[in-house]
């Protein structure tokens, strides 16, 4: 099916019936690419850092592994805390609205008016909007919800939230590590091997996000390799630096 055919079922007056019934679902495509990007950073930064130090294999995997739970599980409750402080701000302002309803309704039928005026709603059509909006308490909450704050009525589940950026940030973090549990390799090898791999993880990182969002996907995928880069040539540069002020070694 072409783009323009997908389109238009998508826009069938049932379809869109079907969906709007669904209520909006929360996208955890950024939650997902926060946790990766960040993990496969943090963990080849270590790797770099430790590299940059001299410090020996043995080091740089319990660093590396230390680093990798420890930053996956501040970020995961971060992000766990910071989706209920939103959710928890709605339901203050919802509480708020409704006790000004209460109290003020022609106050709060005036600023419904005067939103949806704004909008370019005027006379006989605006009385109307205004009568059915506040004709039904919910609708009339939840608009002042959206339309005054600003606010997102169906937020992220705090859980998933810090569940998936969480096993994003571990799984994706994993990939520089992995060449140093190999058996036997030389530490350059697995030094280059991890950069490869840790490469390979930020393009992929970069190139899904502009896939599902419709960016330039190579853009995107540049992008991100280069955030990667960067943080590491900045951690294998401090690990350089302060070995051969203070001759850190094995």
């Known amino acids: 099916m072409s783009d323009h055919a997908a389109t238009n079922e998508q826009h069938r007056p049932d379809v869109i019936r079907r969906r709007l019934a669904g209520g909006s679902r929360h996208d955890y495509l950024a939650d997902a690419v926060l946790g990766a990007i ?44 910071g989706t209920r402080s939103e959710r928890d701000r709605v339901e203050q302002t919802r509480r708020t609205e409704e006790r000004h309803i209460e109290q003020v309704p022609e106050g709060e039928r005036e600023e419904i008016r005067q ?10 059509v605006l009385e109307r909007i205004v009568e059915t909006i506040t004709g039904n308490r919910r609708l009339w909450v939840n608009t002042m919800l959206t339309e005054e704050h600003g606010l ?15 096993a994003a940030f571990v799984g994706v973090g994993l990939v520089p590590l992995l060449p140093y549990l190999v058996p036997g390799i030389a530490d350059g090898a697995a030094f280059a091997a991890s950069g490869v791999m840790a490469a390979v993880a930020f393009w992929g990182i970069g190139w899904v996000k502009g896939q599902r969002l419709e960016l330039p996907r190579l853009r995107s995928a540049w992008q991100t390799l280069w955030t990667g880069a960067a943080a590491a040539g900045l951690a294998y540069g401090a690990g350089w630096a302060l070995q051969t002020l203070f001759g850190a070694g094995h």
Do not use: W
Not at 115 to 124: L, M, N, T, V, Y
């Open 38 to 81: 960040d993990g496969c950073v943090t963990t080849f930064a270590v790797v770099a850092g430790a590299t940059g130090g001299a410090l020996s294999p043995l080091v740089v995997i319990i660093l590396g592994f230390a680093n990798l739970l420890a930053d996956g599980f501040s970020m995961a409750v971060s992000n766990y805390h």
């Open 115 to 124: 939103i949806f005026a704004a909008k370019g709603f005027e006379g006989d």
């Open 152 to 166: 997102q009525l169906e937020g992220a589940d705090p859980v998933r939230a810090g569940a998936v950026t969480f």
